[in-house]
């Protein structure tokens, strides 16, 4: 099964700053998604990247706050951009080879914004 | 609208002792049925993944069962241990719409000795 390591684990930002977050999957894989996961809540997709072009974004998400780049079938970095207070959350890169494999995820990024 | 529901929302066992999950789910047509462990602190890992053809499938102590007449799904975990203290997400992927994930709000289990 695939390996996800994501860095950093957890950051403490300023208001106004950016963030970008790094996944790197041990094999290569046809999917890769960004998740965002409150305390005690569910997880909500944020965009899946596309290996290539230009990610694919859920309703709520947009570019321009969360800038994605999947250069190759192994890495992707998600951005969170213009922090605020409510940026503050838990996010997921996970990758799988189809959808009926496996969903692999990172161990996640615990972001605060002051 | 897509929705997966699980209950109970926690639950608390002692070390040893059985337990079965549930997860009921309004998603047609569905592609597979998942079931995750996530840790506190940690991403979650998947237990086990479902066709709509199956109705049972086993990972160790776990075991997953599919009803898809009835949209219901449980996790039963045999003899508990200290180690499966953590949240259980029920997912169910959709056969359209690109087999987008839709997620269970979760059951927090505590195993306590």
């Known amino acids: 099964s695939a390996v996800i390591s994501q860095k950093p684990s957890r950051d403490i930002c300023q208001r106004g700053t950016s963030l970008t977050i790094q996944c790197q999957v041990d094999?290569?894989?046809?999917?890769m998604f960004w998740y965002r996961q409150q305390p005690g809540q569910s997880l909500t997709l944020i965009a899946t990247?596309?290996?290539?072009?230009?990610?694919?974004?859920e309703s709520g998400f947009v570019i321009d706050k969360f800038p994605i780049s999947r250069p190759n079938l192994t890495f992707s970095t998600l951005t969170v951009s213009n922090m605020s207070p409510e940026d503050s959350s838990i996010y997921l890169c996970?990758?799988?080879?189809?959808?009926?494999?496996?969903?692999?995820f990172g161990n996640g990024t615990r972001l605060t914004v002051t | 609208k897509n929705q997966v529901e699980q209950s109970p929302q926690s639950l608390i066992i002692l070390e040893g002792k059985n337990c079965t999950l549930q997860?009921?789910?309004?998603?047609?047509?569905?592609?597979?049925l998942r079931w995750y462990k996530q840790d506190t602190g940690r991403g979650p890992v998947s237990l086990t993944i479902?066709?709509?053809?199956?109705n049972t499938k086993s990972n160790g102590r776990y075991t997953a069962t599919l009803d898809a007449d009835t949209k219901q799904s449980s996790l039963h975990i045999t003899a508990s241990q200290l180690s499966d203290s953590a949240s259980y997400i029920c997912?169910?992927?959709?056969?359209?719409?690109?087999?987008?994930?839709?997620f269970g709000q979760g059951t927090e289990l505590s195993v306590k000795p």
């Open positions: 094999s290569q894989v046809t999917m």
């Open positions: 996970s990758a799988s080879t189809g959808r009926d494999s496996p969903l692999h």
């Open positions: 990247a596309n290996q290539g072009s230009e990610a694919t974004y």
């Open positions: 997860c009921n789910y309004t998603v047609s047509p569905f592609s597979n």
């Open positions: 479902m066709t709509f053809s199956e």
């Open positions: 997912v169910v992927t959709l056969y359209n719409q690109g087999g987008k994930l839709i």
